[in-house]
């Protein structure tokens, strides 16, 4: 097959993971990058060899050369960029969130069905290893009917400030940023049941916290205390099917540690997927804990991310649906805007 040619719009933090990745592939070009920040662009792409930097990604978009675009910018560009993408003729792969309101989900939707593109939302978790094995066992019904599932990503000390903070550009805080990768994990795996209600809360009780010393934690390149965003968000979840989900996440909390654990609990076995892969099972009256012989238990996020982007690539080969296509960015952000809205009027939301 022909290598597909990519550009990259943001040069950020994330963009790493998608140019390592991209360079990774043998059935890719990478021939563009663009950023605001154009010292930023430039040192991209001379460590990528990119051949075309611009400042403004329209630009890039013009490009001729260019087939397909990674999305790595601010949460409120997302929904603008892809939908710009997708008239200009690219495939997309778009950072999550999809969007910051379930209305600029739909207006992509629509510029994905008009433009009969590929656009894959950045799920990165879908495609770790560890989820793979857990969804074959899922999958050929080793755990039955899955009806609850429980996910918590806990940071004590965590808000990373700059844009990350600021809920103009992001959208919100933990729940937006790492809430969303364990509810679409969870989501999918229960097999993407239909929403049929949430209940959610949000704290504003810790703020920035950067008074704390002798702790270190990863802070964004425009780092500053500025915070308007949540430290903790918590909700619970419930399906068309009768099935729920329950989560939490913080920026910062007083805890004794951070924590992520995800488990999902069926009538015939359940399946813990953080902090490592373990099945639990019920043979000959007594109960079992099972742990596969695989790579990594834990999920490994380079080999996951190169996972994604080898599936996008493909994807755009051959013109097939993502594993995590338009439609799942939308249900997600459905879940997301209506703990928010859960929250602010302090009562359930119906869907």
């Known amino acids: ?73 601010w949460n409120d560009t997302h929904a603008e960029i892809a939908i710009a993408s997708l008239k200009a003729g690219k495939h997309v792969l778009v950072e999550k969130p999809l969007s910051q309101t379930v209305e600029q989900a739909l207006q992509v939707e629509q510029a994905v069905k008009e433009s009969g593109k590929v656009l894959q939302v950045g799920f990165v978790r879908r495609y770790a290893n560890t989820t793979r094995v857990a ?31 600021d809920k103009q550009r992001s959208g919100g805080g933990p729940l937006i940023d790492l809430g969303v990768h364990v509810i679409d994990l969870c989501w ?47 909700a619970l979840i419930r399906f068309e099917n ?52 695989i790579d990594q238990l834990k999920f490994e996020f380079t080999s996951a991310f190169q996972n994604e982007i080898d599936h996008f690539i493909a994807c755009c080969q051959s013109g097939e649906k993502p594993l995590s296509p338009i439609e799942d960015g939308i249900e997600i952000m459905k879940i997301l805007c209506a703990v928010y809205e859960s929250a602010q009027k302090g009562s359930e939301i119906s869907f």
């Open 242 to 293: 009768g099935a729920s989900l329950m989560i939490e996440t913080s920026f910062t909390l007083h805890a004794k540690k951070d924590e992520i654990s995800v488990k999902l609990f069926g009538d015939k076995g359940g399946v813990e997927m953080e902090p490592e892969l373990t099945f639990i099972t019920e043979k000959h009256q007594t109960i079992l804990n099972s742990h596969p012989q």
């Open 1 to 73: 097959m022909t290598k597909i040619r990519v550009g990259v719009i943001g040069a950020g933090s994330i963009s790493v993971s998608h140019l390592n990745s991209y360079q990774n592939n043998p059935n890719v070009e990478l021939v563009a990058i663009s950023d605001l920040h154009v010292e930023r662009a430039q040192n991209k792409a001379e460590k990528y060899e990119i051949p075309n930097m611009y400042n403004n990604y329209n630009d890039l978009l013009a490009d001729p050369q260019v087939e397909a675009v990674s999305i790595c910018t």
């Open 188 to 234: 999918y795996l229960m097999g993407r049941p239909k929403v049929k209600s949430v209940s959610g809360n949000v704290y504003y009780k810790l703020g920035n916290r950067s008074n704390i010393s002798n702790l270190s934690f990863y802070k964004s390149s425009d780092y500053n205390v500025k915070n308007d965003v949540e430290d903790l968000a918590s």
């Open 135 to 165: 969804k074959q066992f899922i999958d050929a019904g080793d755990l039955g009917e899955i009806y609850y599932a429980k996910a918590s990503c806990l940071r004590r000390l965590g808000n990373p400030g700059g844009w990350f903070s």
